[in-house]
């Protein structure tokens, strides 16, 4: 499994609702499609966190890389719903980070 972390901070912090809702449009558009297999979103709580990571956490998990490359093929088309559905979260953020992981020991690990 592979997990793809984003760390962000909203544009406009009156909008953490609506930002919920796009993000859950976007990543379930791309679950339907087969392109990711589930994802969370969540929000640091009380102001703990790592100094330098955002206030939103989304994580997109994907059965393998390729998997998770058709979803950013997807994304990359910049055509009809699949742009409208992700222009209406990137255009909410800032403060974009994100990470790339996979379950540990995998099974492409030899002896694992």
Known sequence: ???????????????????????RAW??????????ARFTVTRRKLGFGPDGLGEFHVCVFADDLAQLDRAFDLAATRDGETEK????V???????KAAL????????????
């Open 1 to 23: 499994m592979q997990h793809y972390h984003m760390w962000v901070d909203l544009k406009d912090s009156h909008q953490d609702l609506d930002f919920a809702a796009a993000v």
């Open 27 to 36: 990543l379930g558009h791309l679950q339907s499609a087969g392109r990711i």
């Open 101 to 112: 992981y996979r379950d540990f020991p995998d099974g492409e690990r030899k002896g694992a």
């Open 90 to 96: 990137y255009s909410r953020v800032t403060n974009f």
């Open 85 to 88: 559905l992700h222009r209406n």
